[in-house]
């Protein structure tokens, strides 16, 4: 398949100006723009520009507004309650953890809830923040109601939960956090969306067409399919408990038996221990796992984090994009009179 290689500061301002000539402000624009590289520099296309589209189309719907600014409806010395107001989800969540951990840094821990936003994108984002502060961090995304989900419960023949993603960063000292990030779902939602523009098939055991039976056709998800848990009964229980932190945030309908919402927990490692001391202790930990002989088939043993700085390495010179997501937005540049890098 054709590829297009855009080097990373172009693609970025490319970006950041087509959420401007979307009557973003220029602030907000850049913190956008900036996640979403930051997440194809990650190796998770799922959650980067691929998702322009979709963002400006939300903007035209009234579906996202664009200049809203996050608003703090209770605090106390160590939790948040903020109303995103319906603005960038990415915006808003980078407001929070960094809030967040500011009160982390002085009450020694802190418990965030996060209602009327959108789409936050890579949620590793913001657990790799706390990480980078000294913290542990831990953000979670959920929602859930029969029939309101692309997921199935574990047994169940109708959809009802969404993929619920849980991030955790914790701190080593170095440039490579532990940072654990993946959906409750045996794979994204948005890795369908890079299938798709690629032309491939998802991996076997993932999604279920709409009659119930196993597929690996993206058009068969597409049309009625689901995605399953992973773990099986195990998967399906860790999404119902990320519906039921997001619901500290009051984000529930009792009559619809609807549940979720964004929930972030941040702890000060110097609570309970010299962040130094621990984070050599969890430098040594990790690399002793590392240093376990790989199993036929593998060439090294990895932990957490390390995917996503290997790639962060790799195209540090240039990020390669599938002509399919090419040309998605190439229109967007026609569209919103912002020429193409």
Same mark, same amino acid.
């Given at each position: 398949?054709?590829?297009?290689?855009?080097?990373?500061?172009?693609? %970025?301002?490319?970006?950041?100006?087509?959420?401007?000539?979307?009557?973003? @402000?220029?602030?907000?624009?850049?913190?956008?723009?900036?996640?979403?590289?930051?997440?194809?520099?990650?190796?998770?296309?799922?959650? &980067?520009?691929?998702?322009?589209?979709?963002?400006?189309?939300?903007?035209?719907?009234? =579906?996202?507004?664009?200049?809203?600014?996050?608003?703090?409806?209770?605090?106390?010395?160590?939790?948040?309650?903020?109303?995103?107001?319906?603005?960038?989800?990415?915006?808003?969540?980078?407001?929070?953890?960094?809030?967040?951990?500011?009160?982390?840094?002085?009450?020694?821990?802190?418990?965030?809830?996060?209602?009327?936003?959108?789409?936050?994108?890579?949620?590793?984002?913001?657990?790799?923040?706390?990480?980078?502060? &000294?913290?542990?961090?831990?953000?979670?995304?959920?929602?859930?109601?029969?029939?309101?989900?692309?997921?199935?419960?574990? =047994?169940?023949?109708?959809?009802?939960? &969404?993929?619920?993603?849980?991030?955790?960063?914790? @701190?080593?000292?170095?440039?490579?956090?532990?940072?654990?990030?993946?959906?409750?779902?045996?794979?994204?939602?948005?890795?369908?969306?890079?299938?798709?523009?690629?032309?491939?098939?998802?991996?076997?055991?993932?999604?279920?067409?709409?009659?119930?039976?196993?597929?690996?056709?993206?058009?068969?998800?597409?049309?009625? +399919?689901?995605?399953?848990?992973?773990?099986?009964?195990? =998967?399906?229980?860790?999404?119902?408990?990320?519906?039921?932190? +997001?619901?500290?945030?009051?984000?529930?309908?009792?009559?619809?038996?609807?549940?979720?919402?964004?929930?972030?927990?941040?702890?000060?490692?110097?609570?309970?221990?010299?962040?130094?001391?621990?984070?050599?202790?969890?430098?040594?930990?990790?690399?002793?796992?590392?240093?376990? @002989?790989?199993?036929?088939?593998?060439?090294?043993?990895?932990?957490?984090?390390?995917?996503?700085?290997?790639?962060?390495?790799?195209?540090?010179?240039?990020?390669?994009?599938?002509?399919?997501?090419? %040309?998605?937005?190439?229109?967007?540049?026609?569209?919103?009179?912002?020429?193409?890098?």
């Amino acid at each position: 398949m054709k590829r297009h290689i855009f080097e990373v500061s172009q693609l %970025q301002t490319f970006t950041r100006n087509l959420f401007l000539a979307a009557d973003t @402000p220029r602030h907000i624009a850049d913190d956008v723009a900036e996640i979403l590289i930051k997440a194809n520099l990650a190796g998770h296309d799922s959650h &980067g520009v691929l998702r322009i589209p979709s963002y400006l189309d939300a903007i035209e719907s009234g =579906g996202i507004r664009p200049a809203a600014e996050p608003e703090v409806l209770r605090e106390t010395d160590n939790t948040l309650h903020i109303n995103s107001g319906g603005g960038f989800g990415h915006y808003a969540a980078r407001y929070a953890i960094r809030r967040a951990i500011e009160k982390a840094k002085s009450a020694r821990t802190c418990f965030a809830t996060l209602t009327q936003t959108g789409h936050i994108g890579r949620v590793g984002e913001y657990a790799q923040e706390a990480a980078e502060s &000294g913290c542990i961090g831990m953000i979670t995304v959920g929602g859930g109601a029969k029939g309101g989900g692309r997921i199935l419960p574990f =047994g169940g023949a109708v959809g009802a939960l &969404g993929t619920n993603p849980i991030a955790i960063g914790v @701190p080593t000292g170095d440039d490579t956090p532990f940072l654990i990030d993946f959906a409750t779902s045996m794979i994204a939602n948005g890795k369908t969306y890079v299938a798709d523009s690629e032309n491939r098939d998802l991996p076997e055991g993932c999604v279920v067409d709409k009659h119930g039976n196993p597929t690996v056709k993206t058009d068969e998800y597409r049309d009625g +399919g689901h995605l399953l848990a992973f773990g099986r009964h195990k =998967g399906y229980a860790l999404s119902l408990f990320v519906c039921l932190l +997001g619901g500290l945030g009051g984000t529930f309908n009792i009559d619809a038996g609807q549940m979720g919402g964004l929930y972030m927990q941040v702890i000060d490692v110097n609570a309970f221990i010299p962040l130094e001391e621990y984070q050599k202790g969890v430098r040594a930990f990790l690399d002793s796992i590392k240093s376990v @002989p790989p199993a036929p088939g593998f060439d090294e043993v990895l932990v957490p984090g390390d995917f996503e700085v290997n790639t962060r390495t790799r195209r540090a010179n240039g990020i390669d994009i599938p002509d399919t997501i090419y %040309q998605n937005l190439r229109d967007c540049a026609e569209e919103w009179g912002v020429p193409m890098p």
